[in-house]
């Protein structure tokens, strides 16, 4: 059979919501870098209608650490976002798979208003790769 | 600055200022979802879709200020009888056509723009928070009105009449509604929350100067406040339909309820 000649790919990787099936493994205990471990989990988390994480969209605006208790800043493309309880779903879920984080609290933000130019290079790319320009 | 910071005068018609704004956009969500089919064509029709979608969201960002003044958004949004709605008296009725959309676009969601842009630029801390997001997206919304209002402007003198009609009927309860002129929008622009209702109302005038003469229509009026003028509601008496009133507040998914 001939193939499609569309610019949309035949598969996605990840057909879970956030990229579930994709998250690596707990880490066995607290690590020495609390914050970064948190901005490499959510990295992980993927936008529920792309391929392409919440962090390459540019959605995370802050991660705070304190003790076992992780603050997230977070935004959305849109105000009328589909996936707001989506994606605050799967990045809660997200860290609180790690054993040494006890609790997640998520703040929405607005400010800066979030724009395409928040894409970072590698979303770009993964972007591109499922047929969407930005 | 936070809402403790006004005085409780001001704290008051922050809050008014904030319900009006919110139910504006929640009806007039509503009243372009009506035209999610049956537009003159279907990429209008999704454009409404995606319009009315923004205006709820937006209504969203804006019922949750409300917990400043320790108020239950959720309460707000999904409890009240039509009668305590404080959206423009020009959305209690549907839009009777595609002119009526339009009109409602450029005059309606335009004028409510406008009052929004006051309020991000003045003290309170969550207005410049959250409304610079909504008035990127309402960007859109503008483009698509004013395209479409030359096109009308442009067309066949039946269509222009039609929509002449409906910025006539439409442009004086917005101005009166979401740029009122009475005590207590002096109040909030003496507080540096919004701009002075004179000089918003002058803004207005000149952004609608061009479709309005495009129209062959005057200049309107600046509207006085009506007799029936309600400063708690800030807009003249009446109610929007209750099936529209019903759909805000998901009166047929109490069920399914998920907030």
């Given at each position: 059979m001939a193939e499609l000649?569309?610019?949309?790919?035949?598969?996605?990787?990840?057909?879970?919501s956030g990229g579930r099936d994709l998250w690596s493994e707990p880490l066995p205990g607290r690590p020495d870098d609390p914050e970064a471990a948190v901005w490499r989990a959510l990295g992980e988390v993927l936008d529920p209608e792309l391929p392409v994480s919440v962090t390459d969209l540019g959605l995370i605006y802050g991660v705070r650490v304190d003790g076992e208790r992780v603050e997230v800043r977070l935004t959305f493309t849109a105000t009328a976002c589909p996936c707001m309880e989506f994606i605050e779903e799967d990045v809660r879920d997200r860290l609180l798979a790690?054993?040494?984080?006890?609790a997640v609290e998520i703040e929405q933000v607005w400010d800066p208003p979030w724009t395409s130019a928040r894409i970072s290079p590698a979303g770009r790319r993964a972007l591109r790769g499922a047929g969407v320009s930005a | 600055m936070n809402a403790r910071e006004f005085t409780p005068e001001v704290r008051e018609a922050l809050q008014r200022l904030i319900l009006s704004l919110a139910d504006t956009k929640r009806l007039l969500g509503i009243r372009y979802s009506d035209w999610l089919l049956g537009a003159p064509s279907i990429e209008s029709g999704i454009a409404t879709a995606s319009m009315s979608q923004d205006e709820w969201g937006h209504a969203r960002l804006l019922y949750a200020m409300l917990k400043d003044f320790g108020v239950d958004p959720v309460e707000v949004e999904h409890?009240?009888?039509?009668?305590?709605y404080c959206s423009a008296?020009?959305?209690?009725?549907?839009?009777?056509?595609w002119a009526g959309v339009v009109a409602g676009i450029v005059v309606v969601d335009g004028t409510l723009s406008l009052a929004l842009e006051g309020f991000a630029a003045g003290a309170y801390d969550a207005a410049r928070r959250r409304i610079p997001k909504m008035l990127a997206e309402e960007a859109f919304h503008r483009d698509f009105g004013q395209a479409w209002m030359r096109r009308i402007s442009e067309g066949a003198e039946e269509g222009r009449q039609l929509l002449a009609a409906a910025v006539e009927s439409m442009l004086p309860d917005a101005v009166t509604c979401l740029l009122p002129g009475d005590d207590e929008a002096e109040l909030l622009a003496g507080a540096g929350v919004t701009v002075r209702p004179a000089d918003a109302r002058a803004t207005l005038a000149r952004r609608l100067a061009e479709p309005i003469a495009a129209l062959r229509m005057e200049p309107a009026a600046d509207p006085p406040l009506p007799?029936?003028?309600?400063a708690s509601r800030r807009r003249p008496t009446g109610e929007p339909a209750g099936d529209a009133v019903e759909r805000a507040r998901g009166d047929r998914n109490r069920a399914l309820f998920v907030e």
């Open positions: 000649s569309v610019g949309l790919p035949l598969h996605v990787a990840s057909h879970m790690e054993p040494w984080i006890a | 409890s009240r009888p039509p009668a305590e008296s020009c959305l209690d009725e549907p839009f009777a056509d007799a029936d003028w309600m």
